[in-house]
């Protein structure tokens, strides 16, 4: 087993730009990923959009040190390592992400042969034509939860390294800036300490001077501010100040005693959290069971043809929620999508362990 990082072998492809591929996979958690293997044992190409900035979805993001009990042959494996088992599983089949991005819009193509295709579109202008959409989203997108201060939507999307972001996508686009950055987690700790070396200053804002965050993270972000290399403030943000939709000039803080402080800031980072929400989804014009989308348990297909749901986010009668239940449904999808794909070869099921075909595509010597 390899000791290098799976992650940072990815291809994570600009936003903004159009493809064309086989499927698009939404959602890059662990069925999402496994959906990839099986999908490519049968040459089919995917790319992946995700809302997060990084795959494995809600393993990986809220729980990747959690210890997980019921994957087999695993007596015990956290949520970070089974993401990079499947990243490694995966590797053969050269997925391509769009990572940081929200599908927002799917529009069917009709083609000149009387088929049709997909046409996906993220909130991040990026668009993808594929024969079919496998849906892996769990209970949904993961949305950053908010600071409740007035006026704060004003101040997104003002730019690279501007305004209010909710994620780091690229850390050089904070270079030179000065940035307040709000939150006592790992997600605040984390991006203090790797910013701090690249940013012209970096404050960190918290209600109290307690942290949930690594010790070790803890220790190192004091010893920055003892070194005066940075700044720590305990209260809370009530408002920003600038010029609304074009620049964020200063973040205005009251501290504990109920005084008020004026941050300068080029960006503020508030790492409040996520919340899961059903979101663009629901608009693909799919039926819905109670924020779940319906599918058949014979190729686990949505009520719209070429459109599949797998993991979390389906439902059918005696449906389990576990990640071994939406292995098996991705395995059964990938059948169906095949004949989507290739309607005119014969699909032929073979094991892995006595194909030579398999193994030579899973680079098995």
Known sequence: MSDANPSAAIEVLDAGQSWETDVVVIGAGPVGLFSIFELGLLDIKAHVIDILDKVGGQCAELYPE?????????????????TDRLLEQIAPFGAKYHLGEMAVAVEKLEQDDGTFKWKVTTDQKTS?????ILIAAGGGSFQPKKPPIPGIDGFENLGAGLGVH???RKMEAFRGKK?????????????TLNLQPIAERVTLMHRRDDFRAAPHSVAQMRKLVEEGAMDLVIGQATALRGETGHALDAVTVEDNDGNEIHLEADAFL??????MKLGPVAEFGLNLHENLIPVDTEKFETSTKQIFAIGDINYYPGKLKL???????????AQQVFRYVYPDKKLRFQYTTSSSDLQKKLGVK
């Open 166 to 168: 909710y994620a780091v």
């Open 270 to 275: 508030p790492f409040f959290g996520l919340t």
């Open 179 to 191: 940035i307040v950055i709000s939150g006592g987690g790992d997600s605040a700790l984390d991006w």
């Open 66 to 82: 959690k210890p997980i009990y019921d994957i087999p042959a695993w007596p015990i494996i956290t949520g970070q390592e089974i």
């Open 128 to 132: 993808i034509v594929a024969r079919c």
């Open 323 to 333: 990640i071994l239940s939406g292995f098996h449904e991705g395995a059964l999808a």
